[in-house]
């Protein structure tokens, strides 16, 4: 599913002029242009900014390209690292965007200035080359764009010649290319052929939770939504992942649900458009799989992912219905169109009987977080002050920024119910966010947990680093993640 690539590294301070593709050429951020002989298409830069009057510093927000020597294209971006990642990713991105248009299979990354920028802007352009260089689904009879096939670095060395920055951009890339394929070439059965297909490539064992299955041993909540389905193919699919000399064992739980009609509390057509999209919590915990077991991070994980579709129907479960979860908890249905919480809430209890060190859910699961937050950043909940800091700086780090809400004990009052044991929602969205996470918090044992509500899953023009409207966001914060807590486990 993911393009092969040639990426070379060269030890070499700059590439040859003679012989060079389209080149990016990321320099430090100052007052004056660099007198630099080795850094391509100097003297071309310094016209271009004399001529549109332009200071070297603005080249962070406004990256300029040109034609150099044989008719080769240089973009020049100038990146300030006292500002936040995410900020310099975007300016990578913009720069990257300008030789990209170009239509090129290959490209050329130069970086300049003293050894340690060189060796961070290395990292950082490396990563945005990869994570645009792909095709993503595209069903039209004119696809002009062209996959980058070969990436050349010169001014540094990565370690392993760029093995993170390529695991972190195929799990990205794996997320966006399923996240982005039409509903009806992903649906709950298709969805999980290329699951097993992915299992198969990299080593991954799995368990499949069938309707059948799901029905035996009481999983009330996530059969309820996805009994709206003629199709009898909604699961909840287990994927394991099992490193040498492992110290902790992580659980990532995606939503996946295939199509989001609402069900009975149908959406208008303005809310239902994108809906295929709405599985987007599965494919980030796939990527995030993909990613961390393709670096071969030494952490247990098990991946769980709650596929279904919420589809209107006979045997469609409605409002005032209740229904029995997994764990024992009875639920007061409130609105048909909250099917996220109940597909997680079976599959977290599932997720939490082994007992793993974190859990983390993913899912596009609340219209008040995109409320709160617009589409730049993702809302995260915690049940530990120290996870909750760490995740938030996590987010610094990896230029995939969230924010914490509360998870106060106190807004339960507004789940109270009158016959069951919680209500699934209320029917004001007052704090929908806040009382969707409290509504999972039941579902599963006290274990460490962190909720990631995806409002940044799509954001139009792209994100950071990334070009494509689906944004792929919550990979690189969970290896991120993930790294951080090897190398300083967890007290």
Same mark, same amino acid.
């Given at each position: ?50 001529? @549109? ?16 020597? &044989? ?32 239509? #090129? ?12 920028? @060189?060796?961070?802007?290395?990292? !950082?352009?490396? %990563? ?28 540094? +060395? ?27 070439? !992903? ?23 069938? #309707? ?32 040498? &000399? ?9 939503? $996946? ?28 915990? #796939? ?79 609340? $219209? ?7 589409? @730049? ?5 915690? &049940? ?34 009158? *016959? ?22 039941? %579902? %599963? ?9 995806? /409002?940044?899953?799509?954001? &139009?023009?792209?994100? $950071? ?5 689906? +944004? ?13 807590? *090897?190398? /300083?486990?967890?007290?």
């Amino acid at each position: 599913m993911l393009a092969k690539f040639s990426q070379r590294t060269v030890s070499a301070t700059a590439p040859d002029k003679k012989r060079v593709p389209h080149i990016l050429c990321v320099l430090p951020n100052g007052k004056t242009l660099p007198a630099d002989d080795e850094f391509p298409g100097l003297a071309v830069l310094a016209n271009m900014l004399k001529r @549109r009057a332009m200071k070297f510093s603005e080249l962070g927000a406004t990256p300029l390209s040109g034609e150099i020597e &044989n008719g080769a294209v240089a973009a020049w971006v100038a990146i300030d690292t006292t500002k936040p990642v995410f900020e310099q990713q975007t300016a990578l991105r913009k720069a990257l965007a300008l030789l990209l248009q170009e239509n #090129l299979d290959r490209v050329a990354i130069s970086v300049h200035g003293p050894a340690g920028f @060189r060796s961070h802007a290395a990292r !950082l352009a490396t %990563f945005a080359a990869h994570v645009n260089s792909a095709t993503l689904p595209v069903r039209k009879k004119e696809n002009k764009h062209k996959p980058l096939r070969e990436i050349t670095l010169f001014g540094a +060395t990565l370690p392993n010649n760029g093995a993170k920055e390529r695991a972190i951009a195929d799990g990205n890339t794996l997320a966006r290319r399923l996240t982005m394929l039409p509903p009806n070439e !992903l649906s709950p059965a298709q969805y999980r052929k290329q699951i097993a297909a992915l299992a198969k490539e990299h080593g991954w064992s799995q368990d499949v939770y069938d #309707l059948k299955k799901l029905r035996k041993i009481g999983a009330g909540a996530f059969v309820a939504v996805a009994q709206g389905s003629t199709a009898d193919d909604a699961a909840i699919v287990h994927l394991r992942y099992r490193a040498k &000399n492992a110290k902790q064992t992580w659980a990532l739980v995606g939503k $996946g649900i295939c199509f989001d009609t609402g069900g009975h509390n149908l959406k208008p057509a303005k809310y239902m458009y994108g809906m295929h999209e709405d599985m987007n919590g599965s494919a980030v915990a #796939l990527g995030a799989l993909l990613a961390a077991s393709s670096l071969k991070l030494p952490v247990n994980i098990d991946c769980w992912l709650a596929i279904a579709q919420n589809h209107i129907g006979p045997n469609a479960y409605k409002q005032n219905d209740v229904v029995t979860a997994l764990n024992g908890t009875t639920i007061e249905i409130v609105h048909t169109d909250a099917e996220g919480r109940m597909v997680l809430a079976d599959t977290l209890t599932l997720a939490s009987r082994a007992k793993p060190d974190l859990i983390i859910d993913y899912a596009t699961l609340t $219209g008040s977080m995109h409320i709160a937050l617009g589409s @730049r950043r993702s809302g995260i909940f915690a &049940n530990r002050t120290e996870w909750q800091s760490r995740a938030l700086a996590a987010g610094e780090r990896s230029g995939e920024r969230v924010t914490a809400f509360p998870l106060d004990a106190d807004y339960d009052v507004a789940l109270d119910s009158k *016959i069951a044991d919680i209500k699934q929602c209320t029917d004001d969205g007052n704090a929908d966010h806040i009382l969707a996470a409290r509504f999972l918090s039941k %579902f %599963f044992d006290d274990r460490p947990w962190i909720h990631m509500d995806l /409002s940044a899953s799509s954001h &139009n023009g792209g994100l $950071g680093a990334v070009a494509s409207d689906v +944004t792929g966001f919550g990979v690189a914060w969970t290896v991120e993640l993930l790294e951080d807590a *090897i190398k /300083s486990p967890p007290g």
